[in-house]
């Protein structure tokens, strides 16, 4: 590259060194690397000009469709969604991705429309299931519906049972974490406690199921469990923020190393932005702010609970815990 040079630019030399430097950064990871860092605006931007020279290209539409659906842009999504349907029928994500965005627009339309985008919804994660066994983040997006959609919309946990057993057979983690799913959502929770513990033990393939299964012990304010997911997600992506926040949620809860609990917090608050489906900056606020009051820090917590609240105003656990530390 030029610049590990001591030479002189002219603006002709200069122009034609972005050249090169853009030919080396396709459209497409420009868009990836914005998508990662959380400016999906940015990245909707590349990703429509890549797809007008490139109306073909289903990864293109795919990348348009999660983008969407983080900044919530819902019926840019189902657009972006079919089209990559109708580009590639027999891709297993597109039909994957293309649910989530009917699921989305299932959440906000009426109750009456509801009923057909939440049929629509079905069906995708079917089709994904029935191209790709192995499409396991499909599998378990139609094992959630299945165990939580009522039977006027083809739910039914007796359709789930069947897929969790596949899983058990394709991966272990994969079928407890889908059988902790539907133990969950019936509120049989020593159950699912067990389930969610034997898929953490099974060794999930990627970060995002181990983090999942954190999601889990969290609400159930499992410490001891938030630790072990912390060390299981750093040992399988050490650069990956997350493990920070729940082995930081894991001591608040526990009690112990008050120190090291805000340090952990405190870096991946500084890690950021992040994606919508990691931990957000005003969670962290509200442990922080936990973490403040168990030290009886009582000006200390209400910072903390403020700042989440002016990041989120209608988040109502730091509301709540604003409430008992006697106001706003």
């Not at 030029?2 to 853009?22: D, E, F, K, N, Y």
């Not at 396709?26 to 605006?41: F, I, L, R, T, V």
């Not at 539907?182 to 953490?200: I, N, P």
């Not at 990691?278 to 009051?293: C, F, S």
């Amino acid at each position: 590259m030029p610049g590990h040079r001591r030479i002189v630019l002219t603006a002709l030399c200069l122009l034609a060194w972005q050249s090169r430097v853009a030919a080396q950064d396709p459209p497409m990871d420009a868009a990836k690397q914005s998508y990662e860092m959380g400016d999906y605006n940015k990245a909707i931007e590349i990703l429509k000009s890549a797809a007008t020279k490139e109306p073909n290209n289903g990864e293109i539409q795919l990348l348009l469709t999660r983008a969407y659906l983080e900044s919530n842009q819902i019926e840019n999504a189902v657009n972006s969604a079919e089209k990559a349907v109708a580009i590639d029928p027999k891709n297993s994500f597109y039909h994957q991705w293309l649910g989530e965005a009917y699921g989305a627009k299932a959440d906000h339309a009426s109750m009456l429309s509801a009923y057909s985008w939440a049929r629509k919804t079905q069906k995708e994660f079917e089709a994904a299931v029935q191209l790709n066994e192995r499409n396991f983040d499909g599998a378990q997006d139609l094992i959630e519906y299945d165990c939580t959609a009522p039977s006027i919309v083809g739910g039914g946990e007796d359709k789930a049972q069947p897929l969790i057993q596949k899983l058990m057979s394709l991966d272990a983690a994969e079928g407890h974490f889908g059988a902790g799913v539907c133990k969950a959502v019936k509120k049989d929770y020593t159950g699912a406690d067990a389930e969610y513990a034997k898929a953490l033990e099974s060794k999930p393939k990627t970060a995002d199921r181990i983090y999942d299964i954190g999601d889990y012990f969290l609400q159930r304010g499992q410490g001891d469990k938030l630790l072990d997911v912390a060390t299981a997600g750093e040992a399988l992506a050490p650069k990956d923020a997350r493990g920070m926040y729940y082995r930081g949620v894991g001591l608040v809860l526990k009690g112990e190393q008050n120190a090291e609990a805000e340090k952990e917090l405190r870096a991946y608050l500084a890690a950021g932005p992040f994606r919508s489906t990691y931990p957000n900056p005003w969670d962290v606020h509200y442990w922080l702010g936990r973490l403040n009051a168990a030290q009886k820090n009582t000006a200390g917590a209400r910072s903390e609970y403020q700042q989440a609240l002016k990041l989120n105003p209608k988040y109502k656990k730091a509301q709540d815990a604003l409430k008992q530390l006697g106001g706003q």
